[in-house]
């Protein structure tokens, strides 16, 4: 059966409220409010172009305004990469916007931190603390002792701000908690990372196989639209995935794979294409070398020895691998996007990477596609001091092939001991540490630890209660931030512009960072008036009309090759110059250099595999308080395989759909009361939970308490040894009734 886009997309999501918000509905349904907007009946007087911040995906957005209040949110149709439509999150923006729960005014910490307890302040007696916790760290340990988490396009400006200040010491916990192993495992094969948006031809594939990887549920605006199109064209699915995931319904195979064992399978999946001659040899001979090594390295790994390791049966390894061939060089091998599982995901990328180009799909129709950017040039700053390195490896080394500083990293250091030098001061802008950084007693036990913790943040998340100040940010709809030039097939510049002025007394981040400079004796790398003024300068100097631009919101650059089909020309910036199936690299630093398989740790007696992923209208943590996207999606459940359920330990009946448990891990953290979902499309061993439920904040009053926490009960985590990434899928929990 063919689906069309808006099938797939329902599938995908319960898509009511979506509708509503992009109607304007949800102007009537805000009663919450203090600042509620009636009903004006109309589109709004002004339309203003900008970009969406309620996920990393940046869709072009169309801000519906009437008396300075946005009345809806629409997708613009000039922006090349969202085309003309948003996901439910782009549309129930306007749910973060009007969120009663928003950080108002600064804040000064009262009480013991993560107590929540805070005065409000005037801006200057905030900002002044800020200067002077800054100037204190510097002054006592150097400014390399003060670091910066970040996650966000609007956190471009305190990288600056850090960077001028002094610290090399700038992470963002979605590379060593998320993206990391893909960008540094096809970066050893290919000679270049995936970036974001990930650079692949799904409209244009005949076979798309996900491994882990959830489109539909995981709510990637371009991808789920392309993939839709894709499969009302004909093509096929391929998904391996312990779950029967949204897309593992629209599949021509699934396979249950038993978590961890992926490289098992990948390896299988070559031996057969290997042995069966169905690789494009005419590509390999040209662009590829270490064939041979990878053929030996794969001889003996057939399906029947992949068999008793991954649960999927010989022929259905065989079928599928022959079936993925067939579509070559259009058949795309998904590269996913949260890839830390189990601390070997570096060569698990690798392994995919491989498979991908086996089977000539890297520059080429259907499969990855080298696409460039628009250049703009940067601002005239004042060239930055030379900074120190990082002090996120450990003092004896480690994780060589790292090519950003690792958040967790950054944590150790604060710790005594961990480090080349510790940190004593952080800086926390728009992501949740508690709830991003694995292990979160040990994130709490750094902080206990700092001289000084400022946040700058929309909503009142969990770090914000252990932070010394904290800073109300406006959200996008209320600021202008950088301009936006991502590598995509169709080269654009996109600009985010303030839709309405901020509420209460927040302000946008360019303001903040600017004040805090000031204070700082920084005033020559923030020479600009604001943010808009600074944005106008890279547009002219970029050669665009800014006037035009203002009213389009995105400018498009010229349209060029971007695979072979179209007479690019591919190279490689690898040892060999070619595509390295065999990493040299990863041999001189003590590595494999072909992904083996190891065995995962084993589930104790009576425990279950921990899993966790996303829901189609939320974006972790950052949206589960938007009490419009929680019309669809109100709090997250627990995914037990229903044969497990008739006969869990210590029940004495069958657990019931619905029916309240509690999650217990292999360290003795219990999890909050949250719903079972008894179900047949899970495997027996293990559960799954949407993340970013399970809120203790005081000041999320809709989301505090609903659901439970995947973080809370991840307090184990394996690192991967040749970039860092850290494995969050080593966790075991049990299950037990709820209580009363």
């Known amino acids: 059966m063919k689906l069309s886009r808006r099938e797939f997309i329902k599938i995908g999501a319960a898509t009511a409220g979506a509708a509503a918000a992009g109607s304007g509905l949800a102007t009537r349904w805000w009663g919450l409010d203090g600042d509620r907007v009636p009903d004006p009946g ?25 008396a300075g209040k946005v009345t809806k949110l629409v997708g613009n149709p000039a922006h090349p990469l969202s085309r003309g439509r948003l996901c439910p999150r782009g549309v129930g923006a306007i749910g973060q916007l009007y969120d009663p729960d928003r950080l108002k005014r600064p804040l000064l910490r009262v009480n013991k931190r993560g107590e929540d307890a805070f005065q409000e302040v005037s801006w200057e007696v905030a900002l002044d603390k800020v200067a002077a916790g800054l100037r204190a760290v510097r002054e006592k340990y150097g400014p390399e002792a003060f670091a910066l988490f970040t996650h966000g396009y609007g956190g471009s400006w305190f990288t600056h701000l850090l960077k001028a200040y002094g610290s090399p010491n700038i992470g963002a916990p979605s590379y060593a908690q998320c993206r990391g192993p893909r960008e540094v ?41 392309e993939l839709a199109d894709a499969l009302d064209q004909g093509a096929e699915l391929v998904v391996v995935d312990p779950r029967f995931s949204t897309a593992a319904g629209k599949a021509r195979y699934w396979l249950p794979i038993k978590p961890g064992t992926d490289i098992a399978l990948l390896l299988s999946w070559m031996h057969v294409i290997i042995a069966e001659r169905r690789y494009d040899s005419d590509y390999l001979g040209k662009h590829a070398a270490g064939f041979e090594e990878l053929k030996a390295h794969v001889a003996d790994k057939s399906p029947e020895w992949a068999w008793p390791i991954t649960g999927i049966r010989p022929e259905l390894i065989r079928e599928s691998a022959r079936f993925i061939a067939a579509a070559r060089p259009a058949s795309l091998i998904h590269p996913g996007r949260h890839v830390t599982w189990y601390g070997d995901d570096t060569q698990r990328a690798r392994a995919m990477a491989i498979l991908a180009a086996l089977l000539g799909s890297w520059g080429r129709r259907g499969g990855y596609l080298l696409p460039g950017a628009i250049e703009v040039p ?61 292990n979160p007693p040990q994130t709490i036990e750094a902080i206990q630890k700092l001289d ?17 100040v904290v800073l109300p940010e406006s ?66 100097a970029a050669g665009f009309d800014c006037d035009a631009l203002q009213k389009t919101g995105v400018a498009l650059g010229p349209v060029v090759p971007v695979c072979e089909e179209e007479g690019l020309s591919l190279s490689f910036s690898t040892d060999s110059g070619k595509i390295d199936l065999y ?57 037990v395989n229903a044969t497990v359920a008739a006969s869990l330990p210590g029940f004495g009946r069958p657990l019931q759909n619905g029916e309240q448990v509690v999650l217990v891990n292999q360290d003795g953290v219990r999890s909050t009361p949250v719903k079972a979902k008894v179900t047949e499309r899970i495997r027996g061993d293990c559960v799954y939970m949407v993340h970013g439920w399970g809120h203790t904040a005081k000041g999320l009053t809709y989301a505090r308490h609903r659901g439970a926490s995947d973080s809370q009960l991840v307090t184990r985590f394996k690192v991967d040894p040749i970039m860092g990434g850290t494995g969050m899928n080593v966790n075991f929990v049990r299950i037990e009734r709820a209580q009363g």
Request: glycine share 8%; with cysteine.
């Open 185 to 225: 495992g096809y970066a050893l094969t290919f000679g270049q990372g995936l970036g974001s948006p990930e650079a692949i031809d799904i409209a244009h594939a005949r076979c798309i196989t996900l491994i882990g990887s959830h489109l539909g549920e995981n709510m990637h605006n371009t991808q789920v639209q």
């Open 42 to 66: 109309t589109e709004g007087e002004k339309v203003v172009p900008t970009f969406c911040e309620l996920c990393f995906w940046k869709c072009g957005v169309l801000a519906h305004v009437r």
């Open 583 to 639: 990493s040299k690299t990863l041999e001189a630093a003590g590595f494999d250099p072909l992904p083996k398989f190891y065995p995962q740790e084993e589930a104790p007696a009576g425990m279950f595999r921990l899993l966790f992923g996303r829901a189609a209208p939320h974006t972790f943590g950052r949206t589960t308080n938007n009490r419009f996207l929680a019309e669809a999606f109100p709090e997250n459940e627990v995914w």
């Open 475 to 540: 959200t996008y709809l209320e600021r202008c931030d950088e301009i936006w030039t991502p590598a995509y097939k169709q080269p654009f510049l996109a600009i985010r512009q303030a839709a309405v002025e901020p509420m209460y007394d927040s302000k946008p981040g360019w303001w903040i960072a600017k004040e805090i400079a000031h204070r700082l004796g920084l005033n020559d790398y923030f020479p600009w008036k604001d943010s808009v003024e600074y944005a106008m300068h890279r547009v002219k």
């Open 378 to 438: 940067k601002y005239p700053y004042t060239k930055y001091q030379p900074l120190k390195d990082p002090a996120d490896k450990p003092k004896a080394g480690g994780y060589p092939l790292a090519d950003e500083v690792l958040a967790s990293g950054l944590c150790d250091a604060t710790m005594p001991g961990k480090s080349a030098y510790e940190l004593h001061g952080w800086m926390v802008y728009g992501t949740n540490l508690i709830q991003a950084l694995p």
């Open 452 to 468: 000084f913790i400022v946040s700058i943040d929309v909503l009142p998340a969990e770090i914000c209660g252990f932070s010394d």
